[in-house]
């Protein structure tokens, strides 16, 4: 049975509920997970393992790359998905904050700001696909 990582989101909006920093890191990187990896089984091309991270996200903001993407997320238009491009490196740089920068304060609302982004591009791709 293969894992639903949508469920990774709602673990941090569990997580955020425990009202320390902790908890709003791992929620983060949680939320960032979650719409990663879903965002990869649509793409499902790399050229290589090295920085998959950086390969989706320059997917998303190359109008050059729209067309071979565009058979898997079809009904998600242009600007969604340069949208999806700009939220994808901007969740990233919160997520390595949240995993790797220990002088980087991580409050509350920050988590709830990354899971309500998160959640934006889930409903964008919903909506493509119904």
Known sequence: MQFN???YLSLSK???Q???????RSAISR???SIFNV???Y???????RDKHKQLIDIFQSEDEWHRISNTLDGVDDDDLLHIGFEMRHLRSMRN???YDNNYSIT???AQEVCEKVENIFEIIDEAQE
């Not at 425990?18 to 709003?24: C, M, T, V």
């Open 97 to 99: 904050k949240a995993d």
């Open 39 to 41: 965002l990869c089984l």
């Open 43 to 49: 793409i499902n091309r790399f050229q290589s393992r």
């Open 5 to 7: 990582w949508r469920e």
């Open 108 to 110: 509350e609302r920050t």
């Open 14 to 16: 569990e997580l955020i």
């Open 18 to 24: 425990n009202k320390n920093e902790a908890s709003y």
């Open 31 to 33: 939320a960032y997970y």
